[in-house]
């Protein structure tokens, strides 16, 4: 069974960068496609990014395209969201997710089987 965890949530002023990270056991990494989704309190989970099990591959959610850039060491096990320019509007608590045996792209919450337990993202302005 695939576990995964994030961290490196916190606070940040607006305009500023936060690294977040995502730890997964129990699977073969790196036939994964990885994704990262977020939820603002009130509001439906969103998807943010995606990459494929290679890396070669990346999506991002308009919202965040040019300012996020996902990820991923398979040496590690790890996967990347690197955030910067943050805007009070990315505030919301981060969710890492794993999808196996698929080479695709995935930006829907039902494609994914595995989902870490979120780490909170604030930006203040």
């Known amino acids: 069974q695939v576990q995964v965890v994030e961290s490196g949530g916190g606070l940040v002023q607006a305009g500023g960068s936060l690294r977040l990270s995502c730890a997964a056991s129990?699977?073969?990494?790196?036939?994964?496609?990885m994704g990262w989704f977020r939820q603002a309190p009130g509001k439906e989970r969103e998807f943010v990014a995606t990459?494929?099990?290679?890396?070669?591959?990346?999506y991002y959610a308009d919202s965040v395209k040019g300012r996020f850039t996902i990820s991923r060491d398979n040496a590690k096990n790890t996967v990347f969201l690197q955030m910067n320019s943050l805007k009070p509007e990315d505030t919301a608590v981060y969710y890492c997710a794993a999808a196996g045996r698929t080479t695709w792209l995935l930006t829907r919450t039902s494609q994914y089987g595995h989902w870490g337990q979120g780490t909170q993202v604030t930006v203040s302005s």
């Open positions: 990459i494929t099990w290679s890396g070669g591959s990346t």
């Open positions: 129990g699977g073969t990494f790196s036939s994964y496609t």
